[in-house]
């Protein structure tokens, strides 16, 4: 994927969508349906489409525009850095740090 610069996720309904995830995490841009995780993972208007004619004319529209795609590319890289080992394993630290705090409190 990381030699791709677009994808695709057409699966209405997908409840997360990890593809799309990975697309994100390696660099993708991709247009996902808008019902389902995946339009919660690329969080942006022109990423995401209701049917086939949406989704033709908005990749047309940033297929055409390169400084667009550079911002889509940007945000894209952003949200799929939500969805790193990295990020999950900071997210997990800090609830288990929040968890003993409050349980030393309690104790005391």
Partial sequence: MAGHKFGI???????????????????????VHQEGG????????LLS???IDEAATK????????PLQDQLHE???HQGQRFSAESYTS????????????SRKEAA
């Fill in 59 to 66: 990749i047309d529209r940033v297929l055409r525009d390169h």
């Fill in 91 to 102: 997210g997990i630290r800090a609830v288990v740090a929040r968890f003993l705090k409050r």
């Fill in 9 to 31: 996720h057409a699966r209405t309904g997908e409840a997360f969508g990890i593809a799309v995830a990975e697309m994100a995490k390696a660099g993708c841009i991709p247009f």
């Fill in 38 to 45: 995946p339009a919660e993972i690329v969080s942006h208007p």
């Fill in 49 to 51: 489409y209701r049917n």
């Fill in 75 to 77: 945000h894209v890289k």
